[in-house]
């Protein structure tokens, strides 16, 4: 069959009033007509696609305004698709890259749109505000009965408490992390740790808190768009996502080291074929304080408070793993760390009127902030791009 014969021709910005550069009302008509195409099979399209990607794009080519390689995060988001679509995400990966027609700028064009409208929306979402690297955020357990703990803090009570009795106030993940109320010199193999409610997906993903803001909806609806197409999110799902901002459903009760390690992807939970069963597994290197207290073996969520409370939704859970593999294996994950980190230590300079406020941020850098920011406005802090470059 020759592929390339059937896809329509078009270029970048055909007949399209949004923010995407490739993902455009044509492109998007003819990968859905491919997709709809049930006369080729996935494998097919996938085999096209990896063709493509060897021999079409060189490796060393890289997404404007940054410095990850088009290439390999075209590969990544097709060999990740499994994890979180099933056959109809890989479907939809592999339909994407077909539709270039091999078209080595369209190529280039589609990473740029996953990069800017997938990956940097989740990674700026889940940034955490403290370094996870910094020795002093790491809580130090200990068994000392006489230890006080805080309260973990919370936006949503109602979210946290539900997490805690659907969790008998222990850390979903760690081994014998609990409450305070837990602990006690008759279970002095219990430590105790600060529980917080974890969010599996995070609220700017799923929440356009300002619907009539056309530079703030259109690219939520870009990342909407293309995360339920990669995840084949049923529709019934797609039209509740809102509701589960805060609902057990989009939950997991943590440590706050587990917490901090989930937000900068440096784990996910891995489905088995058990229901509810969960490996961990790391995407980079734990901290000693959890190889210590890690699990053991797979994890299962249960319902302890016997309340029907539900338990973590299994796609919600696989969105998170396939991203964090996507960020991980595709390097976009350590570079956006690099803009957010450059923009942050040039903002301090420049305020704390230091010996470095004199030195700019890279240009490179400094670019690709800008270039991502102004076109997901949904996902910045208040303030907009200047709460993160100065």
Not at 89 to 94: E, I, S
Request: charged content about 25%.
């Amino acid at each position: 069959m020759d592929m390339q014969a059937r896809i329509p021709t078009y270029t970048q910005g055909d007949s399209d009033n949004g923010v995407c550069a490739v993902l455009n009302e044509k492109s998007k008509e003819i990968i859905h007509g491919f997709i709809n195409d049930l006369s080729i099979a996935t494998e097919e399209y996938v085999k096209y696609a990896q063709g493509a990607l060897q021999f079409d794009i060189d490796q060393s080519t890289t997404i404007p305004h940054s410095k990850v390689r088009a290439q390999l995060l075209l590969r990544t988001m097709l060999d990740c698709a499994p994890m979180c679509g099933g056959d109809r995400g890989t479907r939809y990966a592999a339909c994407a890259i077909v539709s270039t027609r091999r078209d080595v700028n369209t190529l280039i064009g589609l990473a740029s749109d996953w990069l800017k409208f997938l990956l940097w929306p989740f990674k700026i979402a889940y940034r955490a505000k403290t370094d996870p690297d910094d020795e002093s955020n790491w809580l130090h357990y200990s068994n000392d009965s006489e230890d006080t703990i805080e309260s973990a803090a919370t936006d949503c009570p109602s979210f946290t408490e539900k997490l805690e009795a659907r969790e008998d106030l222990k850390c979903a993940i760690l081994v014998n992390i609990c409450h305070r109320r837990l602990c006690s010199p008759a279970h002095p193999e219990r430590g105790r740790g600060i529980l917080e409610g974890t969010h599996i997906v995070r609220a700017p993903i799923i929440h356009c808190p300002d619907t009539d803001h056309p530079l703030k909806r259109r690219p939520f609806d870009a990342t909407l768009e293309i995360l339920q197409c990669y995840a084949d999110i049923p529709e019934a799902m797609m039209a509740q996502l809102d509701q589960l901002t805060d609902a057990p459903e989009n939950g997991i009760l943590m440590d706050s080291n587990m917490h901090t390690s989930f937000d900068a992807f440096w784990f996910c939970l891995m489905e088995t074929d058990v229901p509810h069963r969960y490996d961990v597994k790391w995407l980079s290197e734990p901290h000693w304080v959890i190889e210590f207290r890690g699990p053991k073996g797979p994890i299962d969520f249960t319902d302890h408070s016997h309340r029907g409370i539900p338990l973590p939704n299994p796609k919600l859970i696989a969105i998170h793993a396939a991203i964090a593999h996507v960020l991980e294996f595709s390097g976009a994950g350590e570079y956006i760390d690099n803009i957010l980190d450059a923009s942050e230590l040039d903002e301090f300079a420049n305020s704390s009127g230091g010996p470095e406020a004199s030195d700019p941020m890279d240009f490179d850098l400094e670019g690709s902030l800008m270039a991502f920011a102004e076109m997901n406005l949904h996902v910045l802090p208040v303030g907009g791009p200047a709460a993160l470059v100065n």
